[in-house]
Nanobody, 126 residues
Framework: LQIVESGGGLVQPGGSLRLSCALS??????????IAWFRQAPGKEREGVSC????????KQLDSVKGRFTIARDDARHTTYLQMNSLKPEDSGIYYC??????????????????WGEGTQVTVSS
């Protein structure tokens, strides 16, 4: 299984970014997994940002991103997205996409995820 994130970069406070997470796995499809985004700032622990279930009927989000970040999935394109609006400097960090087998359900706990991408850097700064 391979997970590849993209879309990170440098943005000013108040700006927006859309991260993408492409998943490829032999014999399975994206709807066999729940997908979550995590982030890690220097010197801090990795924290769960948002998770979307395979059927899209369950979304978990970190309180500090509610109303600003939106997670969505396009199973036909094997891709999950994290739309980030009204970005703040404290949103900076490496953003990781992770997958968990769908029967286990959504989680924002990093220890619960089965597969990880390499991450993409997001920097919010003026």
């Amino acid at each position: 299984l391979q997970i590849v994130e993209s879309g990170g970069g440098l943005v000013q406070p108040g700006g927006s970014l859309r991260l993408s997470c492409a998943l490829s796995v032999s014999g399975l499809t994206l709807d066999d997994f729940v997908i979550a985004w995590f982030r890690q700032a220097p010197g801090k622990e990795r924290e769960g940002v948002s998770c979307i279930s395979d059927s899209e009927d369950s979304v978990k989000q970190l309180d500090s991103v509610k109303g600003r970040f939106t997670i969505a999935r396009d199973d036909a394109r094997h891709t999950t997205y994290l739309q980030m609006n009204s970005l703040k400097p404290e949103d900076s960090g490496i953003y990781y996409c992770a997958a968990r087998y769908a029967y286990k359900g959504c989680s924002l706990s990093s220890s619960m995820m089965d597969y990880w991408g390499e991450g993409t850097q997001v920097t919010v700064s003026s």
